[in-house]
Structures are given as C-alpha cells and as structure tokens.
C-alpha cells in the first residue's frame, strides 16, 4: 500500500464536515461493527501512540492564515543547521515536539530506523553526531507550504538538503506552532547521493568495437568467464528496477527469472486483471509511462512494459532461469547455481545477492476434508485464467481480498451464477473518494504531471505514528462519504469494518498485505444481486456437495481459492534453502520503533537484501539500496546503526 497523504488538500473532493453536517437530521443508522478480522498487534510490535498536535489540546495552536512560511521554516532551519553543525544532541533534541518523531532512511544510519519521542531522539543523535557530520543544510523546491489537512490541525511543510562526508541527502519536516513556538513534529531523512560516485552519463551509442549492439548485449548478457556483482533473483518490478539503479552507478547485476518471457509474472494472472489504483504512482525509475497511458492498466499490458523496460535500459536478464542451490561461507561471499533456460548449469560468485521474488510467499489452499473426493473443480486463483468456460455453471470464491473480487466480479460480468464466500469482516472503499486522498500528489493538474522525487519525498515523509493517527481519520472519513455504498453491501450480508488498528488499508497493507477491497466494479454486482454473499467457511466436500459449516449443503462445478499466499519465507527457503531461510530475520509486519522487518534492510544475512513491494514502493526504496550497495562494494559504508 502506498503511505497515507497528509498534505492533499481537499479541493475537488467531497467535504467530509459538510456531509456529516447535511446527513445529521436523517438520522441515518450507524453501519453494523463487526469483530476485528485481524486482532490489532497481528504482525504489529509498534509500541507508541502519537497524538496530533490539534490545535486547543496538547500542545497545538492554529498557524495564522497570514504567516509567511518561507520567513517560518528559515527560522526552524537555522536552529536545526546550528544544532547539527555543533554536534549537539540536546539542542537537536529540543527542536522537536515532546512527542515527536526523527526517521532515518540510511543518510545518517545507514538503515531504515525511527525514533519516537525524546528520550530516543536524544540517544540516537547522542550516537550519531560524533560520526557523522552534517552540513550544508539549505531549502530545496518546492517552497515552504502551510498545510490544513483538517480544521483543527495545521503545519508547515518544509523540503530541505544537507550533506554528511559520505551522502548527499534530502528530508521532509513538519512543523507546528505551539505555545512556546515552532517545534518539529517529523524529521524524515534519506540518502540522495554517494559523493564521489555520481550516477554514470550517457554513453555515445555509435559502434566502436567489433561488435554490433546487439551482439555485444548478448556477449554481455553471457557473463562468461566473470561473475555479477549482484545477482537478482526475481524479475518483477522490483527487481527491475534495483537492477536499473545499480546499472546507473556503474554495478554490473544479472537478473533470475523462472518465468519464460519477462512480464509473465503479471501475464499469467486472471485475463481480466488491472491495476486496482491510478497508475499516477507507479512510473519506473528513469522511464515514466507515456502520455495518454491506461488510468488502470490491464495486467498484460503491464507485463509488456517490463519487457521494454529491460530493452530500453539494456538490463541483463536470463529468463526460464532458476536457483539449484546457494551457499555462504564465512566471509559473507555467495556461491549460486543457476540452470539456465536448458542451456546448463553456472556458478556465480556475487558479492551481493538480492531476493526480489515478491512479497507472497508461496499460494495457500487450506486443508479440506473430501476435496479429493469432489467431483467438480478446485483450484487455487493463481491458477484460474477466466470465466469463459464457466457460463452456465455455479461457481463459488472462496475469499473476500482483491482476488476474491475480481474473479466474482469476471464470473458476474458473463452472468454466471457466482456466490462469494466472506469468513471474515473486509475493509471496502470507493475508488472515488479514496484515490484523490491517497494518491492525489501523484494526480497529473492540467495535463502536467507532479515532479515524483518530489510527490515521493511527501508520500513517504511521514513515520508511522503520525500516519497511523491520520490514517484513523481517513478512515472515518472515508466511512462517512462511502456510507451508502458500505449499508447496501451489509443489506446484502457482506461484513465490512475499518480495518486493522482502524487505519483503512494501512495497517493492513503492513501485515496481512491483503484483506480490503478498492471497488473497482464488484461491490455494485453484489449490490444487484448478481454475485451473492454466503458467510463462514467450507467445513468439507462430498462428492457432489460444498458443504459450509453450520450444514449448508450447496452445488457448485467450480470452487475457487482466493485464499492468498504464505510469507515470503517459504519463497526464500524455497530458493536458497533452509540454511539461509533458518537464518532470516522476520519478514514483513511492523517492530516496536515503526519499521517493517527486513524490508529494503537488514535481513540477518550478510550481503543479502529483500526487495519487496508495489511499483510505487519498487521504484523509491531501489535507490537506497542501490546506494548502500555501491558504498559497501567501494568500502565506504559505516556499520549500520543498530543501537
């Protein structure tokens, strides 16, 4: 899931106070509140609650309409630099709110850390600022801003740029008014740049050697006789594009695939998958999508544009390639096998070895008494390719995700009698009023799209305290202006609820990775009627019957499992073995100070790293890696800040 926008403004959508204003004298009942599906620290260890510096409780006053906030962040900045300049943690410290928040993503750490509070704060800059100096701070684009997400909540937004004798490196603040002045609320720093060690210019192009370019690209291709400096294991888009930052600094990688044709990935799904959110977020490093490209764009689509973007940036891909085994030695070096599309065996050396074989692990059916002896059809959604072939049947989706929808929702479209089985309550939003506070940074104004680095550096800007806070807003926001849409699914027996911890799809973006639903069409044929609810579970087959629990007995030719996936665990024992698997440390769900485990940093093995995420996530947190990776392979990274 993309992080949650705090700076949006609210023109051209709905005014929530306004409608909760004009629904009031109806008296409209309150939508049904379920049990939890997910329990509220399920994956979830973060142990700080962050109140919002509201204006009249706490310690928030209102920022005056007439500031000038240029004038008010070089105040704050100036403080912030001299701080920073002397090395003094506790001037640092007191910059920020009582319960403010400084997160780092490895310009000063050189790992993804976030600390809460004061007490933390002081410590890590304690720590830090004897090693690390920073300098030149300054005021980058865009200006200073004042934002007023809600009426009683105001803070200007400040970009900026520093560096430290190793990085380049940018930061977002927020920063309130309080009683006793401005105070920090948000310190998000990132690494930019590895002095030194810009990315790579562009090359002539005009063939100078023997060879023609596209003999050359296969020659290359080959790495015969020499080894990778980092192999990449998983040709999606996280792959991709770590491949692509770590070619622009000059680091030679070569990309695994299993699949036949790069793409396949998204090829082989559903034939009436698309994306389920504006493509406004998901451009690629160094190759946005052209004008005029599909709002949600269909699956195979995509898969083509993987295939360009491997031509267009002359990456280095073996496809219908796979991992025999994998071993370590004590060094940290890497020795892979890797069969090669029926073309033999090789072994590599790599100094780096990145798994970017997608957050799910592995697809998982539950264990149901009498399948075997069922005689219609059982299969898992990763294996289901269309409705064609089902007119005329009865069809029931196990599963109430995305995959769940979609594939009811294909079944509908073409008539098929198709029954949606729910277990559990699943977060429901409109499209309408979701993508404008979600992605509305991204949103192209007038035919002109936003700056990305900028539109990142925003949507990624915020710890996860404060954007837990807000996303409880949201949420209860978006309750009210999908009100209609969520009381006509429960009139039709479909559960829905806020979601985990009450953050919309937040939290659980962060845990389950699964378990809501953005509307793209499905809700308004159970609406109709055309797809029905039941609720519970399958309690066992016999041969000619689904029998739900409670001893429902239902007909069905076909039963489809859109029961998701495992961890990406069994992904990676699967591939490298258990050795290296036993030795991970937990993949994905948030720790106690507000990061996900192993994600874009350490995963408890040397020079192995997990790429993992949505485009969106894919293209941002490739270039921190790519990054640290070149510091380590020149000998210039400091050792991780683990304290």
Same mark, same amino acid.
């Given at each position: 899931?993309?992080?949650?926008?705090?700076?949006?403004?609210?023109?051209?959508?709905?005014?929530?106070?306004?409608?909760?204003?004009?629904?009031?004298?109806?008296?409209?009942?309150?939508?049904?509140?379920?049990?939890?599906?997910?329990?509220?620290?399920?994956?979830?260890?973060?142990?700080?609650?962050?109140?919002?510096?509201?204006?009249?409780?706490?310690?928030? *006053?209102?920022?005056?309409?007439?500031?000038?906030?240029?004038?008010?962040?070089?105040?704050?900045?100036?403080?912030?630099?001299?701080?920073? /300049?002397?090395?003094?943690?506790?001037?640092?410290?007191?910059?920020?709110?009582?319960?403010?928040?400084?997160?780092?993503?490895?310009? %000063?750490?050189?790992?993804?850390?976030?600390?809460?509070?004061?007490?933390?704060?002081?410590?890590?800059?304690?720590?830090?600022?004897?090693?690390?100096?920073?300098?030149?701070?300054?005021?980058?684009?865009?200006?200073?801003?004042?934002?007023?997400?809600?009426?009683? %909540?105001?803070?200007?937004?400040?970009? %900026?740029?520093?560096?430290?004798?190793?990085?380049?490196?940018?930061?977002?603040?927020? *920063?309130?008014?309080?009683?006793?002045?401005?105070?920090?609320?948000?310190?998000?720093?990132?690494? +930019?740049?590895?002095?030194?060690?810009?990315?790579?210019? @562009?090359?002539?192009?005009?063939?100078?050697?023997?060879?023609?370019?596209?003999?050359?690209?296969?020659?290359?291709?080959?790495?015969? &006789?020499? +080894?990778?400096?980092?192999?990449?294991?998983?040709?999606?888009?996280?792959? !991709?594009?770590?491949?692509?930052?770590?070619?622009?600094?000059?680091? /030679?990688?070569?990309?695994?695939?299993?699949?036949?044709?790069?793409?396949?990935?998204?090829?082989?799904?559903?034939?009436?998958?698309?994306?389920?959110?504006?493509?406004?977020?998901?451009?690629?490093?160094?190759?946005?999508?052209?004008?005029?490209?599909?709002?949600?764009?269909?699956?195979?689509?995509?898969? +083509?544009?993987?295939?360009?973007?491997?031509?267009?940036?002359?990456?280095?891909?073996?496809? /219908?390639? /796979?991992?025999?085994?994998?071993?370590?030695?004590?060094?940290?070096?890497?020795?892979?096998?890797?069969?090669?599309?029926?073309?033999?065996?090789? $072994?590599?050396?790599?100094?780096?070895?990145?798994?970017?074989?997608?957050?799910?692990?592995?697809?998982?059916?539950?264990?149901?008494?009498?399948?075997?002896?069922?005689?219609?059809?059982?299969?898992?959604?990763?294996?289901?390719?269309?409705?064609?072939?089902?007119? &005329?049947?009865?069809?029931?989706?196990?599963?109430?995700?995305?995959?769940?929808? +979609?594939?009811?929702?294909?079944?509908?479209?073409?008539?098929?009698?198709?029954?949606?089985?729910?277990?559990?309550?699943?977060?429901?939003?409109?499209?309408?009023?979701?993508?404008?506070? !979600?992605?509305?940074?991204?949103?192209?104004?007038?035919?002109?799209?936003?700056?990305?680095?900028?539109?990142?550096?925003?949507?990624?800007?915020?710890?996860?305290?404060?954007?837990? @806070?807000?996303?409880?807003?949201?949420?209860?926001?978006?309750?009210?202006?999908?009100?209609? %849409?969520?009381?006509?699914?429960? @009139?039709?027996?479909?559960?829905?609820?806020? =979601?985990?911890?009450?953050?919309?799809?937040?939290?659980?973006?962060?845990?389950?990775?699964?378990?809501?639903?953005?509307?793209?069409?499905?809700?308004?044929?159970?609406?109709?009627?055309?797809?029905?609810?039941?609720?519970?579970?399958?309690?066992?087959? $016999?041969?000619?019957?689904?029998?739900?629990?409670?001893?429902?007995?239902?007909?069905?030719?076909?039963?489809?499992?859109?029961?998701?996936?495992?961890?990406?665990?069994?992904?990676?024992?699967?591939?490298?073995?258990?050795?290296?698997?036993?030795?991970?440390?937990?993949?994905? &769900?948030?720790?106690?100070?507000?990061?996900?485990?192993?994600?874009?940093?350490?995963?408890?093995?040397?020079?192995?790293?997990?790429?993992? =995420?949505?485009?969106?996530?894919?293209?941002?947190?490739?270039?921190?890696?790519?990054?640290?990776?070149?510091?380590?392979? @020149?000998?210039?990274?400091?050792?991780?800040?683990?304290?």
């Amino acid at each position: 899931m993309s992080p949650i926008a705090v700076n949006e403004p609210n023109h051209h959508v709905v005014d929530v106070a306004a409608l909760k204003a004009s629904v009031r004298a109806s008296e409209r009942p309150p939508l049904p509140q379920w049990p939890d599906a997910v329990s509220p620290d399920y994956m979830y260890k973060f142990k700080y609650q962050h109140p919002l510096p509201v204006h009249g409780k706490g310690v928030g *006053v209102e920022i005056p309409q007439d500031v000038d906030a240029r004038s008010a962040a070089l105040g704050i900045v100036a403080r912030l630099s001299d701080a920073w /300049s002397r090395g003094d943690a506790e001037a640092f410290t007191d910059l920020f709110l009582e319960h403010g928040v400084w997160r780092d993503r490895a310009a %000063l750490t050189w790992d993804y850390r976030t600390f809460n509070w004061h007490p933390a704060i002081l410590k890590a800059s304690k720590d830090l600022f004897p090693r690390t100096q920073v300098t030149e701070l300054k005021l980058i684009d865009p200006s200073p801003s004042v934002e007023r997400p809600y009426a009683d %909540l105001s803070f200007l937004q400040v970009h %900026l740029g520093f560096t430290t004798s190793l990085v380049g490196a940018t930061a977002l603040v927020t *920063v309130v008014l309080t009683s006793q002045g401005y105070k920090i609320w948000t310190l998000n720093t990132v690494i +930019d740049s590895l002095h030194g060690h810009p990315e790579i210019p @562009e090359r002539d192009g005009h063939m100078t050697g023997p060879h023609s370019w596209e003999a050359q690209r296969a020659i290359d291709t080959d790495f015969e &006789g020499m +080894d990778p400096e980092v192999l990449i294991i998983g040709g999606g888009q996280n792959g !991709l594009m770590t491949a692509a930052r770590l070619k622009a600094l000059g680091i /030679s990688s070569l990309i695994i695939e299993r699949n036949a044709r790069i793409g396949d990935n998204w090829r082989g799904r559903y034939e009436a998958l698309s994306l389920h959110l504006p493509h406004w977020a998901d451009h690629f490093a160094y190759m946005p999508y052209p004008n005029h490209w599909p709002t949600y764009c269909p699956a195979a689509k995509l898969g +083509d544009w993987f295939e360009w973007y491997v031509s267009a940036l002359e990456l280095h891909v073996w496809t /219908s390639s /796979s991992v025999t085994s994998a071993s370590q030695d004590d060094s940290g070096l890497w020795t892979i096998n890797i069969n090669r599309d029926g073309k033999g065996s090789r $072994t590599f050396r790599p100094k780096q070895l990145i798994m970017a074989t997608s957050l799910a692990g592995v697809p998982y059916s539950p264990t149901i008494p009498g399948r075997d002896a069922f005689k219609g059809t059982v299969r898992h959604s990763t294996k289901h390719d269309s409705s064609r072939e089902w007119v &005329g049947k009865r069809v029931l989706v196990v599963g109430t995700s995305s995959s769940g929808f +979609d594939t009811a929702f294909d079944f509908a479209r073409r008539g098929i009698d198709v029954t949606i089985l729910q277990r559990s309550p699943t977060y429901i939003m409109s499209l309408t009023n979701s993508v404008p506070r !979600l992605l509305g940074m991204y949103e192209p104004k007038d035919g002109k799209r936003p700056d990305l680095e900028v539109a990142d550096r925003i949507a990624y800007g915020l710890p996860l305290g404060p954007m837990e @806070e807000m996303g409880r807003r949201l949420a209860v926001d978006l309750e009210e202006l999908d009100y209609e %849409l969520l009381q006509k699914m429960e @009139e039709r027996g479909f559960k829905t609820w806020r =979601g985990q911890r009450r953050t919309m799809t937040q939290t659980l973006g962060f845990t389950k990775n699964g378990g809501f639903y953005f509307d793209a069409g499905a809700c308004e044929q159970i609406i109709n009627g055309n797809i029905k609810v039941e609720q519970g579970y399958i309690d066992h087959f $016999t041969k000619d019957k689904v029998v739900l629990n409670g001893g429902r007995e239902q007909e069905y030719d076909l039963v489809v499992l859109a029961t998701g996936f495992s961890n990406t665990i069994d992904s990676v024992r699967a591939t490298l073995g258990d050795e290296v698997a036993d030795r991970f440390k937990p993949i994905w &769900g948030m720790d106690e100070e507000g990061e996900l485990n192993s994600a874009w940093r350490d995963t408890g093995v040397p020079n192995l790293w997990l790429m993992v =995420g949505t485009l969106q996530a894919a293209r941002y947190h490739s270039k921190s890696i790519a990054l640290r990776i070149k510091a380590r392979l @020149e000998g210039l990274e400091p050792q991780p800040y683990l304290a």
